[in-house]
C-alpha cells in the first residue's frame, strides 16, 4: 500500500466525506476505498477510450493499405495513387453512432 497526497477543493471533500459516510459508515479507510474505487473505474474507462485502433483499406480481398489513425491511412492510399472510394475502409473497433436531429420531409 502506497500513501499519495493530493489537494482537492474543498466542495469535493465535503461531498466525499458526506458519501464515504452513506457508503461504509464511519469505519476507517472508508474514503481511501471510494477514492481508490473511483479511480479504478476512471482508469477503465481511459484505458478502453485509448485502445489501440486500426484501420484497413480493402480491394475485394486484397490489403491495400493499414494504419493505425484515418490520416495515416489517407497518406498511404494518396502514396500508393489509390482513391479511397474505390476500397473498403475497415476499423478494428466500432466508431460511434452519429446522431441526427431535427425535422425530416420525405421526397415525393
Do not use: C, Q, Y
Request: hydrophobic fraction near 40%.
Amino acid at each position: 500500500m502506497v500513501n499519495v497526497t493530493f489537494s482537492l477543493p474543498d466542495e469535493t471533500v465535503k461531498k466525499l466525506r458526506e458519501v464515504a459516510r452513506r457508503a461504509g459508515g464511519a469505519r476507517k479507510g472508508a474514503i481511501s476505498e471510494l477514492v481508490d474505487i473511483a479511480v479504478r473505474e476512471h482508469l477503465k474507462e481511459v484505458e478502453s477510450r485509448t485502445k489501440h485502433e486500426e484501420f484497413r483499406a480493402m480491394r475485394g480481398n486484397e490489403v491495400v493499405a493499414e494504419a493505425v489513425s484515418l490520416k495515416e491511412l489517407a497518406s498511404a492510399l494518396e502514396k500508393r495513387g489509390v482513391d479511397p472510394r474505390e476500397v473498403l475502409i475497415l476499423s478494428s473497433s466500432p466508431l460511434e453512432p452519429s446522431v441526427r436531429t431535427g425535422l425530416r420531409r420525405s421526397v415525393d
